[in-house]
């Protein structure tokens, strides 16, 4: 019974940041964010006057003005259209060009195609595909071709980092292997395509301008229900081409909000999932080391979660949406695209909405029993989704302008430690810590590096040492852009210096 406990406990860990200013443009009040930047290592303890608490970093204007661009009415179009396209089962019709999957993919190609124009030319759109064979078992009854329709916008400094959004185009039934009847797929997950397609129209004529500084992908993949088949596709093929993947945003589920009978918490909270050191394609004695020195919940997928939390923290009075971070991989028996990701060693998050309608997810469209089952747009609330785009599209647009994430950040791990022989220098028996991290080459965009999550501006230095003990503190390392933006946080592998047994 205690283990029980113990788990049921851990179901209901998420954490909130609180948001600057209240709410502009909704009657609902936050009763939550009293944990402030809840996690350990932003606790009262350690004592420290090492750097400055934690405050959201502030989102530009021109930023806030693109998030206001997101609407309810398109979105409810998209979905709309592809709910009428009767099934979207990865491997049904692909020869009518009003029903099936064929006509789905046709139809976004063309649509994406059409919204990107004002970009003039600097959004690539494709519809890459391959032959998927028969996977009975999986809910795949035949070969088809499993195809994901994408823009890819080249960033201006350093076009192969690059981040990338997904949400999966395709639906399905109960019987997972129907691919003739109808599987609306309204919220799951044509809200999430509908947010693609808003993405990719309000870019448009801003990347015609001024292209962001790191490369983006905009992706509606296909074949998710029966096997992550297009994200997979997608994710090998960037790893295959040596892309530095830096972040995944993967949207499923997106569009229940006031429509469900939810609380006005949930209308204004969007989860988002991040995997720990288990899904990590990192060698074995790295995972060892996370471990050991309590990092499991820094990992790159994690730290891209409080990413996205910080920043719509600073933007919230636009997005009108807070931010739970679940620190679990994806929900009880269910996965998504991200894994994908993971999978190829890149970091990835799922973002779901707060309270899911499991009446309307994978359903028969029936009454029965006098209930509605079935995953129809009436139970889609657009405004939610919206609301939801605004964080991916800050998110998004954020991250791509900021600088690159550090890397190798280490710390010395025989400082603050026992002595092991009569030269043992003096300051290394301090309870100290000392950081070291890669700044060749300078990132461009760099104005500086900021240890976190205390805020302690490093200058362009590669090493900094900290009076507070390696043993009681959780380090970060970020950069911060001229233009005011910051990447996320790296966390720390320890090192051992030369002095360490000697
Ligand atoms: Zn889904």
């Known amino acids: 019974m205690k283990s029980l406990r113990s788990c049921t406990s851990l179901v209901f860990t998420a954490f909130f940041i609180p948001r600057q200013g209240s709410y502009a443009s909704s009657d609902y009040s936050p009763t939550f964010g009293s944990n402030g930047f809840a996690n350990w290592g932003a606790g009262t303890w350690p004592p420290s006057s090492v750097g400055a608490p934690l405050v959201p970093q502030p989102t530009d204007p021109e930023t806030l003005a693109l998030l206001t661009q997101l609407d309810p009415v398109r979105i409810q179009s998209t979905i709309q259209t592809l709910v009428n396209f009767g099934t979207r089962h990865t491997a049904s019709d692909t020869t009518s060009r009003t029903r099936g999957i064929g006509a789905a993919r046709n139809w976004l190609l063309s649509e994406i195609t059409e919204l990107a124009k004002p970009s003039n030319g600097l959004m690539n759109v494709s519809m890459p595909c391959y032959l998927q064979e028969a996977q009975p078992s999986s809910g795949m009854p035949i070969a088809a071709d499993v195809c994901n329709v994408q823009v890819e916008i080249k960033g201006a400094v350093d076009s192969n980092r690059t981040y990338v959004y997904t949400g999966h185009y395709d639906s399905r039934r109960l019987n997972n292997s129907n691919n003739v009847d109808d599987a609306p797929g309204a919220d799951d997950n044509a809200s999430a395509v509908a947010i693609a397609l808003e993405m990719v129209r309000i870019l448009a004529p801003v990347v015609a301008k001024n292209p962001p500084a790191a490369s983006i992908i905009i992706a509606a993949v296909a074949g998710e229900e029966q096997g992550l088949y297009g994200s997979n596709f997608l994710a090998q093929t960037l790893k295959n081409a040596s892309v ?57 997928s994690r730290h891209l979660g409080r990413y996205v939390q910080e920043v719509n923290a600073g933007a919230a009075n636009t997005t009108d949406m807070d931010v739970a971070l679940i620190y679990k991989p994806d929900r009880f028996h269910r996965g998504g695209d991200h894994e994908s990701f993971l999978k190829a060693g890149f970091p990835g998050i799922r973002f779901t909405e707060p309270q899911e309608d499991f009446y309307h997810q994978h359903q028969d469209p029936r009454t029965q029993d006098g209930v509605i089952y079935g995953d129809e747009i009436d139970y889609v609330d657009f405004n939610y989704t919206a609301r939801v785009g605004r964080v991916n599209l800050l998110s998004l647009w954020s991250i791509a302008n900021a600088p690159a994430t550090p890397s190798n950040f280490t710390y010395d791990v025989s400082i603050g430690f026992l002595a092991s022989s009569l030269t043992t220098p003096a300051d290394y028996l301090e309870n100290i810590i000392k950081l070291y991290w890669n700044t ?56 051992e210096s030369e002095y360490f047994g000697s």
């Open 244 to 300: 530095n993947v830096q972040g995944n945003f993967n949207d499923d589920i997106v569009g229940s909000g006031s429509n469900a009978p939810f609380d006005p918490q949930n209308q204004h909270t969007i989860r988002i999932f991040g995997a720990g050191t288990d899904y990590l394609t990192l060698p074995a004695e790295i995972i060892t080391e996370i471990i050991t020195t309590g990092y499991q919940d820094d990992t790159p």
């Open 440 to 495: 060749e080459p300078l990132d461009p965009l760099l104005d500086y590096y900021e240890i976190w999550t205390h805020m302690l501006n490093v200058g362009t230095q590669n090493t900094i040492r900290l009076p507070i003990s390696k043993d009681n503190a959780v380090f970060g390392l970020r950069a911060v852009g001229k233009n005011g933006k910051k990447s996320p946080a790296t966390y720390a592998l320890a090192v």
